[in-house]
């Protein structure tokens, strides 16, 4: 198929040099862009008043959490967990994670998002939802075994279970990665197999790290040494790794993590919701370090809209540090999009000749998105989710003027509403 | 006229319960909320799998600003200013800021304000627009003297004149307010003229009050008090006053703007994109403060969405103080409803029988607000401005299914357009 999006503003490259210009994409890779195109396609877009960007990419969430969406709020963290979320998630069988996924996807592709790494269980329902609906998925089943010896066979078993599942469901668009939970959740034994099986099978990892003070403290306790130092005295840590949070580093953390090419995924709303802590995000970026950007599961943001956690990004930073300057609209741009990419190690994340074609756009001729004078500054600063129109992900159109092509998202909305309402 | 909304989700009283029910209005106010009202209505709404709220008011905005969306960002304050905002504030004709308010009306309008509070100049054009576009206003000529008496008697004039123009205007939906700008930019003689006229006039006043550290600096040095402390000295503090920011407030301060009755109206997005600080909400609070939302003007925040601003205030003060349980969705949404009511001395902010019809229509056939379970957390954690489909003043109907109905809303977009073009 070849599309042809024309005239638009163009977000371009890895720069984010604004052009008007038109973008055509063959295959599932973008072909030319420049003016007044004058090519044949199958399916031409018209983008005046538009901007074409590339997709957004969410490199954390837990996507069938949106089944918790609203359950609770405002709450302590362990009462959080241990009354409510827990109890939930103890219910939720396959069937509901494949709806929860899929809703959460739906989501996902209408507010721009056009590839999501993701870690919860029942995964191969993640990976079914994420093929039908056509985004690009990067799926770990979430391993945790406290240092029981059983449980972590059982663990491992479920990984490799999803594993061969998706080597079995061969897309071009669905990946494995590998998700031990965290330092103080895994034992070094599974956190020492997963490294050797990253190496062996070359597929990537995602963890969670230094999210709350007390996970460092227990870390400390046990380990005598911070997470990232017991991670990296493992060989744990090489750029293949991808690692959520990172509230609570030192320097010394820093300083490693940036040697061993370690990429971060912020999640500033998740951070604040859960009083967990603010990011050292001006440390790390001068340290070299790639951030990323995620939003965490609907349970503790409560949307997936990655427009919305770019202003959170930039807002959060500033008043932290009493520094307008910090956290710059095109800095935090590139979070969401090209920093994403590289952790991914996918060849998206901007537009220009032959990349992925992983592309949205966004609707401008609305009132919050005028007068058109930056166009970065209005997309972090102004824009939201429901702002993006069109959803092309790997070169096939997912979502055209606010309609999802792939999915019933009707069905889905009442289905997941009758799942919840049993369950609850 | 009158209107029936059927079947919503209606967030009922100040109470905030959510029931069931339609929504019967006479002329601009609400007659009726409950289970099947059969009335027949000049307009029937039909609001199954919608819910109906109070409309959101936006306590302290400067509405023009908008002609100054993503002019510039990321910038230290000072040079923002003096670069950037004041260049292009003096190029501001009466006819620029007429359409600039329009296209911020339009705005508030279409993401769910129904009443806002303005300071800005040329304020003639504020009130036309406003008139026309069917919104209600409370607006304010921002007077600075710099202890100047030349200007500050040409201050005392334009404010004399927009009071003489809102009078004559004779509309039920637009109100004059005192604008003193603040304690750091007027002089003692200023505000005491204020405080007279006021309480003359039965006119209610807005100013800005502690919003940088730097500013209550430069007062401390001059009058060797903080800024509280010298107004309520100069006999300005009554409950007639909704000042805006209150971001560096001692303990002695709080207890005196409890006392005299004041309403402090935050604005997270603009304190946290300028650096300015985290404003003390809990202790406020505590104290029993009046606490209201506004967005603050759209170069500093960059929209005017009300929605947005309720989940900032709630993960600002989570992160600030890493406590999950602060600033809970129940106590936000009320700052940005009844609590603006409150301050403005206006009978809404809430919906039951007898008050002031200013509701707003939510649609939650949305991925992102699925399923519903907890209508208000939906609402302040996941929603956004645009997710408001309908929106009711004073009985009225101003925008239906996202259409606004009094205002020519391409024309405006084309025309702010043409202006900030022509200007920059």
Chains 1, 2 share one sequence.
């Not at 405002?74 to 959080?80: A, C, Q, V």
């Not at 939802?129 to 491992?156: F, H, Q, T, W």
Request: proline content about 3%.
């Amino acid at each position: 198929m070849s599309i042809l999006i024309k005239n638009g503003y163009v977000i371009y490259g890895e720069n984010l040099d604004v052009i008007r210009a038109d973008v055509y994409i063959e295959g599932n890779r973008i072909s030319k862009v420049g003016k007044n195109l004058n090519i044949g396609a199958d399916y031409v877009i018209d983008a005046r008043g538009k901007v074409i960007s590339p997709g957004f990419i969410n490199a954390h969430t837990h996507s069938p959490m949106v089944l918790l969406r609203g359950l609770a709020d405002d709450l302590p963290l362990m009462e959080w967990l241990q009354s409510y979320v827990w109890p939930m998630e103890r219910k939720l069988k396959p069937e509901h994670i494949y709806w929860g996924a899929l809703l959460g996807i739906i989501e996902m592709i209408k507010s721009g998002t056009t590839a999501f790494v993701d870690m919860y269980f029942h995964m191969e329902g993640v990976a079914k939802a994420s093929e039908e609906a056509g985004i690009r998925a990067y799926l770990s089943y979430g391993m945790v075994d406290l240092g029981d010896e059983e449980k972590r066979n059982a663990e491992i078993k479920e990984t490799l279970k999803l594993l061969e599942f998706i080597e079995k469901l061969d897309s071009s668009r669905i990946e494995f990665f590998f998700g031990p939970h965290a330092p103080y959740t895994c034992s070094p034994e599974l956190l020492k197999w997963v490294r050797e099986k990253a190496d062996e099978s070359k597929k990537r990892i995602t963890i969670h790290i230094n999210e709350t003070k007390d996970e460092v403290k227990q870390i400390k306790e046990k380990y005598g040494k911070t997470p990232v130092e017991f991670l990296d005295e493992l060989g744990f840590l090489k750029s293949d790794v991808t690692a959520a949070h990172g509230v609570w580093l030192t320097d010394r953390e820093i300083e490693i993590l940036a040697k061993k090419g370690v990429t971060i995924v912020h999640n500033p709303a998740s951070n604040m919701k859960l009083g967990s802590g603010v990011m050292p995000l001006e440390k790390l970026l001068r340290a070299g370090v790639n951030i990323a950007l995620g939003t965490d599961g609907a349970a503790s943001n409560n949307n997936l809209d990655m427009i919305e956690e770019m202003k959170l990004v930039s807002l959060l930073h500033k008043v932290h540090n009493l520094n307008p300057t910090l956290a710059d609209a095109r800095t935090v741009f590139k979070m969401a999009t090209q920093n994403g990419a590289k952790a991914l190690n996918l060849d998206a994340g901007a537009i220009k000749e032959g990349a992925l074609a992983d592309i949205v756009v966004i609707d401008f001729n609305k009132p919050h998105l005028r007068p058109i004078t930056n166009i970065i500054s209005h997309i972090v600063y102004s824009a939201n989710g429901n702002d993006v129109e069109t959803t092309i992900i790997d070169g096939e159109i997912v979502m055209l003027d606010g309609e999802v092509l792939t999915i019933d998202e009707e069905k889905a909305l009442d289905k997941v509403q009758k799942i919840v309402d049993e369950l609850r």
